[in-house]
């Protein structure tokens, strides 16, 4: 089981070359909130659900800070019930631009807040879950690898409906 991040060629190259004048500096969490069903529950197996959304871009002098929220449900068998465990998230990343001389462009931030920042975080994330939900008591949850995959260029579709 893995989570898909997709962006299309033009994503790839524009987040590639901000990658190139940039360094991760620190990650960090922002903020977190954990919600626990009944102990009951604790020893249930999970059944995960999960996701994320890329958060703002804030440039500073010779930096950028951009934050990436997760989200992890465990669900019951009973889609009725509310999650036995569901924690949100949100990660801080720090990059520092090497390059005196450059200064990103909108869509260079764009295409890496929503690729690069999401993958660089993804590992805090999954770490974050499994720890949390170990020290609550229940069995450690499977938190898959997030996959770069190429996405199609919706320019190119066509429709075969007409």
């Known amino acids: 089981m893995s989570l898909l991040l997709q962006q299309t060629k033009d994503e790839v190259s524009l987040a590639v070359s901000l990658a ?20 009951s529950n604790l020893r249930r197996t999970l059944k995960p659900s999960l996701g994320f959304e890329p958060g703002p871009a804030v440039v500073l002098k010779q930096s950028f800070l951009i934050e990436t929220n997760f989200w992890f449900r465990s669900l019951a068998e009973d889609p009725l019930q509310e999650p036995i465990i569901e924690i949100t998230c949100t990660f801080e990343s720090r990059y520092d631009i090497t390059d005196p001389d450059f200064e990103p462009s909108a869509e260079q931030l764009e295409a890496f807040r929503k690729g690069n920042a999401v993958f660089n975080t993804w590992l805090f994330f999954r770490e974050f879950v499994q720890s949390t939900v170990t020290r609550r008591g229940s069995p450690v949850p499977p938190v898959p690898f997030l996959r770069l995959v190429p996405k199609d260029n919706p320019a190119k579709t066509i429709d075969v409906t007409a």
């Open 20 to 39: 190139k004048r940039s360094d991760i500096v620190s990650v960090g969490l922002r903020g977190a909130k954990l919600s626990c069903g009944p102990d």
